[in-house]
């Protein structure tokens, strides 16, 4: 009977050791240290629901661009295009063989341009990537809400978003 | 034996098959008519046996992960197309040519011709040109088995899809695969194919 009680004496003494030794495992709240990110502020303990996945904008109409330089964006779906070593799905309506055929924008010939400014006969290795550059839309509010507007030149009808 | 007996043995042995028991003639159509209801029924679920998706994927493992991401596999609507609907004719007589043809793929299945990643990869091109060779062949009959022309409405569509199929399609001047390919798998190297830069 002795052995009894001070052998459950010690498993307690054990497990409450145990238990105040890992405090984290314990507690359901972890504070953040006062961190604020993009997507609010959150602990670290919580698990923030995901996003719904947004829908791509697929109407066709070309998206003005923002800034001179701007790789357009992709006004179309792209699910399960494949751009690989072996095939480039993108090329099939924007390559120039292509392009006036189908009524879709010709790759520019910069895209033709090796970085030592060589021109090739056909899209240079470093551009072949579409995606790299050119994405589609979602329609999405912006993350942060902000006043950037695109130059005079390139804001269509004036209006400028 | 004297000749008279031989004669009566002849008497009875005609007899016997002229006339059979009367219980024969049913038996022997029973039979035939169960024989064949097992038969026939049995080479059907054979030959579907051999169409289903577990089947396939017993030595076509890598290709049926590539369908996965597809729009044949998972879409908004819950319809799928399974190995078979798209690689075996439905309608009967096509279905048993295919599947003679295929007497050949058990030769190669057993030759390992295809039993590592990298030999398939290698033989992906060939073995692709021969699926669009056979769909452009039979006018796409297994893509339209679902995706039927008379159909389709044309203010569903995207405008590009309209473009091509309103124009090319509907004349007849091109079928599905001519522009559909590598919808349900990785497309091998397309240098060389038309359509492809």
Redesign the interface.
């Known amino acids: 009977m002795k052995t009894l009680v001070s052998s459950v004496i010690a498993s307690l003494i054990l497990v409450t050791t145990w238990v105040t030794a890992n405090p984290v495992a314990n507690e359901e709240y972890v504070n953040n240290g006062g961190l604020e990110s993009l997507r609010g502020s959150s602990e670290l303990s919580d698990t923030k629901q995901a996003e719904l996945i947004k829908k791509p904008i697929?109407n066709?109409q070309v998206i003005d661009r923002n800034y001179v330089h701007q790789p357009p964006l992709i006004p179309?779906?792209i699910?399960?295009y494949?751009v690989d070593i072996?095939?480039?799905?993108c090329?099939?309506?924007h390559?120039w063989?292509?392009a006036s055929q189908?009524?879709a924008t010709k790759v520019s010939p910069t895209h033709f341009e090796t970085a030592d400014g060589l021109t090739l006969s056909?899209?240079a290795p470093r551009r072949y990537f579409c995606l790299q550059c050119h994405v589609p839309q979602a329609d999405a509010p912006p993350l942060i809400a902000n006043d950037f507007s695109a130059v005079e030149a390139l804001s269509a009808s004036g209006l400028s978003n | 034996m004297s000749k008279s007996s031989f004669v009566g043995l002849l008497k009875s042995l005609w007899q016997l098959f002229s006339k059979p028991a009367r219980i024969a003639t049913g038996a022997l159509l029973g039979m035939g008519f169960i024989g064949g209801i097992l038969f026939w029924g049995g080479f059907n679920w054979g030959m579907e046996a051999t169409n289903t998706e577990e089947f396939c994927s017993g030595c076509h493992a890598p290709i049926v992960i590539e369908i996965q991401p597809t729009i044949h596999y998972t879409n908004r609507s819950g319809v799928r197309a399974i190995c078979s609907d798209c690689h075996v004719p439905h309608a009967w007589t096509d279905k048993i040519v295919r599947k003679v043809q295929a007497s050949k793929e058990l030769v190669m299945h057993l030759l390992g011709t295809i039993d590592t990643p990298e030999k398939f990869e290698a033989r992906r091109k060939h073995l692709a040109e021969r699926e669009w060779h056979r769909l452009k062949e039979n006018d796409s009959l297994e893509c339209r088995n679902c995706h039927d022309f008379e159909f389709m409405d044309f203010t569903e569509q995207g405008v590009r899809a309209v473009n091509m199929h309103s124009t090319s399609l509907a004349s007849g001047e091109k079928t599905c695969i001519d522009c559909h390919k590598g919808i349900a798998h990785s497309l091998p190297d397309m240098s060389g194919v038309e359509g492809w830069q």
Not at chain 1, 86 to 89: A, G, I, L, V
């Open positions: 697929q066709d179309h779906d699910r399960g494949q072996k095939s480039n799905k090329l099939s309506c390559g063989k292509f189908v009524g056909d899209v």
